[in-house]
């Protein structure tokens, strides 16, 4: 599990609210609509689906959010469609929208509707609780910090995921493997972000150059001006996925806790969630999504998944 200090992550999410409905055959796993024993048998077309677990009838409470969302076929999700590996949407096709948010949202459709039926409502960072407050989503899946602040008006499952600020290098580097070999090193960070404090504290000896934007410390990072760039992992990700001379190396060395935003004080929802979470992660299926999608451009293994309820406002 990755553990550290708090930072503040870039926001990822889409200003303009509009709606893109996924239907099954056009969702972006491709995956079919499942069999009349209620199992999902999608293995041939993602394997982040294979055997995906389908509630029993029993854990469908009347008059529970899960019966309501059963009873409607989708999904709504609270979901970005312009971040990369996260959940973003295919330009050629609209209907597509890839990346970890994504499927885990797809994985909890098939849970409670036994397919991938999901409609995406992008939102803005300060949509996020009124969205779940009046009712537009049922939850929301969008790099949603867990904090006891927020707690206050929402209500979150998990986490169900931690990032927190990472190394990239250029691709053909091999001697920095995570933050413990930045000693010594000239590291690049972003101006005014968390990183600034913190690389001095993993290691004491470096040279911190800053920039004041990302693309111009991922041009530094190429051009050799620095041996390193410590920045957030979602957005480093997100640039070595559209720039294949740099990659990120090792875990996270601070925490960040995405939880799975609910409206507030449905806490049979709740209990839900969680325990599904529990089931992907055991099956198998939360580490094929990571794998598939955030873990492309990192030479990590797939990490531990975070403890549920083990931060405040959980």
């Known amino acids: 599990m990755w553990h550290g200090k708090r930072w503040t992550k870039p926001a990822l999410a889409v200003a303009a609210l509009a709606v893109v409905t996924m239907g099954v055959a056009a969702c972006a796993s491709n995956a079919s609509l499942p069999p009349e024993d209620g199992s999902t048998n999608a293995a041939d077309q993602n394997p982040v689906f294979a055997d995906a677990p389908v509630a029993g009838a029993d854990l469908i409470v009347p008059g529970?959010?899960?019966e309501r969302i059963k009873k409607r076929g989708k999904l709504i999700v609270a979901e970005a469609l312009d971040a990369p590996l996260l959940s973003q949407q295919d330009p050629t096709?609209?209907?597509q929208v890839e990346g970890f948010d994504a499927d885990l949202a797809k994985l909890l459709a098939i849970y409670i509707l036994g397919k991938p039926s999901v409609e995406i409502v992008p939102p803005a960072s300060e949509t996020r609780e009124a969205m779940l407050q009046n009712g537009t989503v049922d939850v929301?899946?969008?790099t949603y910090t867990i904090t006891p602040?927020?707690?206050e008006q929402v209500s979150f499952a998990g986490p169900y995921f931690e990032s927190g600020l990472a190394v990239a290098v250029k691709s053909d580097n091999n001697d920095?493997?995570?933050e413990k070999d930045l000693d010594g090193k000239t590291v690049i960070v972003g101006a005014n972000t968390p990183a600034v404090t913190e690389v001095p504290k993993v290691a004491p000896s470096a040279t911190v150059v800053s920039f004041a934007t990302d693309p111009a410390a991922v041009q530094a990072l190429i051009q050799?001006?620095?041996d390193a760039y410590v920045q957030d992992y979602t957005l480093l990700a997100s640039d070595a996925a559209s720039e294949k001379q740099i990659k990120v190396v090792g875990a996270p060395f601070t925490t960040e806790p995405y939880g799975i935003g609910l409206k507030h004080g449905d806490d049979d929802f709740k209990s839900f969630i969680n325990d599904w979470l529990l089931k992907i992660q055991d099956g198998g299926q939360w580490g094929q999504a990571w794998k598939t999608t955030l873990g492309t451009v990192t030479d990590s293994d797939i990490p531990t998944p975070p403890k549920i309820g083990s931060v405040p406002g959980s």
């Open 140 to 142: 929301v899946f969008n």
């Open 224 to 226: 050799g001006r620095g």
């Open 93 to 95: 096709n609209p209907d």
């Open 176 to 178: 920095i493997t995570s």
């Open 149 to 151: 602040e927020r707690a």
């Open 64 to 66: 529970s959010t899960m």
